[in-house]
RNA sequence: GUGACUGUAGCUCAGUUGGUUAGAGCACCUGUCUGUGGCACAGGGGGUCGUGGGUUCGAUGCCCAUCAGUCACCCCA
């Protein structure tokens, strides 16, 4: 019989490493809080139409990529590949913006996308990210431009570095875009089949095409979009810009960066890391002002951005150091006589002491025992053979310095709990 | 979806110009130590050399296919 494997792109995580996860996430939560954002969860799939009419219908990722399946009832079902829509979806449904002016959220989150694996990229993956309604100025997006910078900065990665832009209204882009296509088709037998399709479906990633003579092309005939922009886009754009400024935070402006998703409206921002390959943009997010209403809702401007999770404990990996934890007793029971009263007093230790027990189900000799307690670090062994439950006494030893008193039962308790 | 590279013990990897019982380090187990860890020493378990086919007297090694992994493209966190 062959073994049954995980699926394609999907990760085990292992005792190992949970803790990394664990501690993470933490301060995830602590950090939003200290912003006053507050946690919201979305169940793990929708309906399909959610992610055409937000993300879009000729984005690759709801084209190729989406875990689509009809349920037995004859819905169309879709594992969620990414989460602004999701959250959109509940600030919508659950009409948050009757009760409050402004909602400021966050989340924690799996996301799906059946995608080729590679360095940085899985089928199954996590991002946290932060989504807020109610705010169309521009201190909003230079709040979580700065959220999300600092955050990343105090997790201790240095390699990082944040770029920022403006693409205007959807309506300005579209324009936009087809002025882009008509200029660049004069080029058309220059570029390579990947950038012609570009110049079809997306030309905005011409600007950053692999093709040197591609790039070359673009960058002197064509105008960026920041040439064709509202005033009052350009307005808010510097504004994001001067808190940032002021705000001592490093960026630069790429007039080039574009985001995949299309309901992107004026500022969009990426932040980097150089150590970590081709798959190297740990973080985005921006405005997407239309979206609300797009969804159904009354129009209300939003903004918000999604960290990969994956993304950044592999950055991290390299100051990660194992800690190893360990516990604070191993319980060494000696005689089939000792389970019982043993199981009992680490019971009553962790109640009374809140102290790490860990008992023995293998009925190992002493030695061995004595060796896993060794193993797993305990600050102290308690042991319980036959001639201690005659006399109603264990051992305990500290595991340090090898010392170790002969205690009466009903004793133990206090001993721990004066530590 | 396309391309490149890689698959030998739980992990990291040697190895055979095709030759009979396939190795190391770490980890694990036991003993030296009759109820006491770390150190040391001695021993032990664990592999149909990814899977299937072909060539050959003989394949882990060569050929083909297939599966899996890794990295890159597309795209994205």
Redesign the pocket.
């Known amino acids: 019989m062959n073994k049954i494997?995980n699926i394609?792109?999907t990760k085990d995580l292992l005792p190992d490493t949970t803790f990394i996860w664990q501690e993470l996430e933490e301060k995830i939560h602590h950090f939003n809080q200290q912003f006053g954002y507050k946690e919201i969860r979305t169940p793990a799939f929708e309906e399909s139409d959610l992610f055409k009419r937000s993300v879009g219908s000729e984005?690759?990722?709801v084209n190729k990529?989406m875990y689509s399946w009809i349920d037995q009832g004859g819905n169309n079902l879709t594992l969620k590949p990414?989460l602004t829509a999701p959250v959109t979806r509940a600030y919508i449904q659950h009409e948050l913006g009757k009760s409050n002016p402004i909602n400021k959220l966050y989340y924690i989150d799996a996301l799906f996308?059946r995608?080729?694996?590679?360095?940085?990229?899985?089928r199954q993956?996590h991002?946290f990210g932060v989504e807020v309604f109610g705010s169309k100025f521009p201190e909003q997006d230079a709040e979580i431009i700065i959220m999300a910078f600092t955050f990343l900065q105090s997790l201790g990665l240095d390699d990082i570095s944040l770029e920022i832009n403006t693409i205007g209204s959807k309506s300005i882009r579209g324009a936009y875009i087809t002025i882009l296509q008509d200029l660049l088709n004069k080029y058309r037998q220059d570029f390579s089949a990947?950038d012609k399709q570009?110049l079809d479906k997306?030309p905005l990633?011409l600007f950053d095409?692999?093709d040197l003579k591609c790039r070359e092309i673009v960058n002197e005939t064509a105008p960026t979009i920041y040439d064709y922009i509202s005033k009052e886009d350009r307005l808010h754009f510097d504004n994001v810009c001067s808190i940032l400024n002021d705000s001592g935070i490093q960026y630069t402006h790429n007039q080039k960066l574009?985001?995949?998703?299309d309901y992107y409206t004026r500022t969009t921002f990426?932040i980097k890391s150089s150590s970590l390959?081709?798959?190297?943009?740990?973080?985005?997010g921006g405005r997407y002002d239309e979206l609300v209403e797009q969804l159904g809702g009354t129009s209300t401007p939003a903004v918000g951005f999604?960290?990969?999770i994956?993304?950044i404990i592999m950055t991290l990996e390299n100051q990660i150091q194992r800690s190893h934890k360990s516990i604070d007793i191993f319980m060494i029971l000696?005689s089939s006589d000792a389970l019982s009263p043993g199981m009992n007093l680490a019971n009553n230790i962790r109640n009374k002491c809140n102290l790490s027990v860990i008992t023995e189900t293998l009925r190992?000799?002493?030695?061995?025992q004595?060796?896993?307690?060794?193993?797993l670090n305990a600050n102290y062994s308690i042991?319980i053979?036959?001639?201690?439950i005659k006399s109603n006494t264990a051992?305990i030893?500290n595991?340090?310095?090898?010392e170790?008193i002969n205690m009466d039962m009903d004793k133990i308790i206090n001993y721990f709990i004066k530590g």
């Open positions: 494997r394609k792109g984005t690759d990722i990529e990414e996308r995608e080729r694996p590679q360095k940085g990229r899985q993956f991002q990947i570009r997306n990633r095409s692999k574009v985001r995949g998703l990426e390959g081709s798959q190297d943009a740990l973080c985005g999604a960290a990969g994956e993304r000696i190992r000799s002493m030695r061995s004595m060796r896993e307690a060794n193993r042991i053979g036959e001639d201690e051992i030893k595991m340090q310095n090898g170790q």
